[in-house]
């Protein structure tokens, strides 16, 4: 029993870990990708292309190599070492999720009908007026299962931090099967992965049904 809450604190230590990077991570990438988005849309060309060049590059190599690159190529390349192993990957996965939730908006917002904006603009509504209250909310309906599979798999993803040495759910997880010699902790990570994506699973059920009074 003793040995079973040792576990526990060391889990809710590592926790931290997993839920800190979870958080900032959908905090920074969501408004971000927006930004990406408007930029992948963009009329100027040139923006247009270097933007596709960007997301083509992040969505063709794994987190993990990603992660690894944030780490440790500022110290190869330019003799300036990257110190704080947390923001180092915090990066990677702000610019790699970033671009997911980018290509989701784009698709969300190419889905549109053009017979949205010209009603709109019989209507005389402005083109501000229309995205805020035509197509944004209309596009956040349709984005919304996509998102949730984003944002669930991003909670599975954070165990790739172990890589760089991160005290999260996973790395603690091995650590203590070698210093303790017992093999439970390491499935018993699977109960926290659990109650998170239950957590989330619910709560994007409840955003879906609160979005159901918008049917496009």
Not at 84 to 102: C, G, H, M, P, Q
Not at 162 to 171: A, T, W
Not at 175 to 193: A, H, Q
Request: net charge positive; hydrophobic share 55%.
């Amino acid at each position: 029993m003793e040995q079973f809450i040792q576990v526990n604190k060391l889990f809710l230590q590592a926790s931290q870990y997993t839920l800190g990077l979870f958080f900032a991570t959908l905090i920074i990438a969501i408004p971000l990708g927006m930004v990406i988005c408007a930029c992948a849309m963009s009329r100027f060309k040139p923006l247009k292309v270097v933007t596709g060049v960007f997301i083509w590059v992040i969505r063709g190599t794994p987190l993990m190599l990603q992660v690894i690159v944030v780490m440790y190529a500022p110290g190869l390349l330019f003799n300036m070492p990257f110190h704080e192993r947390f923001l180092a990957a915090l990066i990677a996965f702000v610019i790699n999720y970033a671009v997911y939730f980018a290509e989701i908006y784009r698709g969300g917002i190419m889905a549109m009908p053009t017979g949205q904006y010209e009603a709109a603009k019989v209507l005389g509504m402005s083109k501000a007026q229309t995205n805020r209250l035509i197509i944004f909310p209309q596009v956040a309906k349709k984005i919304t299962p996509a998102m949730s599979n984003e944002v669930i798999t991003l909670v599975k993803d954070t165990s790739l931090a172990n890589i760089i040495g991160i005290g999260e759910l996973i790395l603690t997880s091995r650590e203590i099967v070698s210093t303790k010699g017992i093999l439970w902790p390491l499935f018993y990570t699977g109960v926290f992965y659990l109650i998170m994506i239950g957590a989330l699973t619910l709560f994007f059920k409840w955003l879906e049904k609160k979005m159901n009074y918008y049917r496009a």
